[in-house]
Nanobody, 122 residues
């Protein structure tokens, strides 16, 4: 069974930090681009960050550059998203996603996690 299991969401004050984890199983981790999307109420799902598999460095949405850092532990088939200096507008459900493409794309995503809620209070 293919699984992407997110953890680490919660409630945090503006300026605080959280680290999200995405544990993958059931497929070959290194063959997939794996990253994070998020969806806030009333908004479209947007890409946040992605570990590419084409040798290019990770992708970040402009809104999170300099604040979020994506990393992976290949031995554990796990991807992390370190989120620092959180803002209320970061409030969303964060989804882990795996794509057979070299980069993360919503239309190309093969597997989605169920999401973890991040709430940032002002």
């Amino acid at each position: 069974e293919v699984q992407l299991v997110e953890s680490g969401g919660g409630l945090v004050q503006a300026g605080g930090s959280l680290r999200l984890s995405c544990a993958a199983s059931g497929f070959t981790f290194d063959d997939y681009a794996i990253g994070w999307f998020r969806q806030a109420p009333g908004k479209e799902r947007e890409g946040v960050s992605c570990i590419r598999r084409d040798g290019v460095g990770p992708d970040y949405a402009d809104s999170v550059k300099g604040r979020f850092t994506i990393s992976s532990d290949n031995a554990k088939d796990t991807v992390y998203l370190q989120m620092n200096n959180l803002r209320p507008e970061d409030t969303a459900v964060y989804y882990c996603a795996a794509s057979h493409l070299f980069y993360c794309s919503a239309w190309g995503t093969d597997y989605w996690g169920k999401g973890t809620l991040v709430t940032v209070s002002s």
